[in-house]
């Protein structure tokens, strides 16, 4: 019996430490999250294919959050969406490569062919861990989901780009949250060309989040993202415009974030 009474009360203090991080409200674990997809199919087969798409970069060069990419991310079999019957890797008549056009980065799509039945479904994302908990020296690297225009990963050039939705949020106990957050349209140009197609559909996207714990069971995050679809019908010859939106500042916010972000812009 002697014995077990240190044991016991060694228990409660680790119980006691441990309920005081739980309910001091105080963000715990925090990290921040990538994720950046591209899908390419055809309806039928075509043959003698270019396509150049935008890719995300941030300031003059190509980048997802802190990592530079190259061709090589499209090839590596760890970022190919696939179905579960479908092959491992892309066929090795597919070429691609990151290349310049007109002060702008974009992914360079080659070849000979390309069936229905071999679609490109490219998912990436990378995670950095800020630690167990939230200190000052954290906060600066944190992303900056509500000014991402010449702060974050974004597909460019951007045409066109307007405001078509905004909400201020809901103040809480927690600082605020916006659900919906502020939402741009714009134009980016993609260039194809190939022959005998019907249908090819192009899209890509790329969200950045900030992710924390607080309490027992409150997972918080907020996050901007950036899309672009095109559809094209019969044999396209260049350049056309894709619709695009971006997303921004939706999610929660606490005070020290909030005090953080104090850059902002609305386009790039």
């Not at 105080?26 to 990538?34: A, K, L, V």
């Not at 002060?103 to 990378?126: C, K």
């Not at 949020?169 to 957050?181: C, H, I, L, S, V």
């Not at 992710?211 to 996050?223: H, V």
Request: charged share 20%; with cysteine; hydrophobic share 30%.
């Amino acid at each position: 019996m002697r014995f077990r009474l240190p044991v016991v009360l060694l228990a409660l203090v680790v119980a006691q430490v441990f309920l005081c991080g739980c309910l001091s409200g105080e963000p715990q674990d925090p990290y921040t999250y990538f994720r950046y997809e591209l899908s390419i199919w055809t309806a039928t087969p075509i043959e003698n294919v270019t396509l150049l798409v935008p890719i995300p970069t941030r300031g003059d060069q190509p980048v997802i959050g802190p990592e530079q990419i190259s061709g090589e991310l499209y090839t590596d079999p760890g970022n190919l969406r696939k179905h579960p019957s479908d092959p491992s890797t892309l066929p090795e008549h597919y070429d691609f490569a990151i290349v310049p056009v007109d002060g702008q980065y974009y992914l360079r799509l080659t070849t000979p062919y390309m069936n229905p039945a071999e679609p490109i479904g490219v998912r990436y994302s990378n995670r950095t861990s800020l630690g167990d908990k939230l200190r000052p020296e954290v906060v600066p690297q944190l992303i900056d989901t509500r000014h991402p225009f010449g702060n974050e990963s974004l597909f460019a050039p951007k045409q066109n780009l307007t405001l078509i939705a905004s909400s201020s949020g809901t103040p809480n106990e927690r600082g605020y949250y916006n659900p919906e957050g502020y939402r741009y349209s714009y134009t980016i140009p993609v260039y194809a060309r190939y022959e005998n197609g019907t249908q090819v559909s192009i899209s890509s996207e790329i969200e950045g989040s900030n992710r924390w714990l607080e309490g027992f069971d409150f997972a918080g995050q907020n996050r901007y993202s950036d899309a672009y679809s095109l559809t094209i019908t019969d044999d396209p010859q260049g350049w056309m415009p894709a619709e695009g939106e971006v997303t921004a500042g939706q999610g929660g916010y606490r005070e020290w974030q909030l005090n953080f972000s104090t850059t902002s812009g609305s386009e790039e």
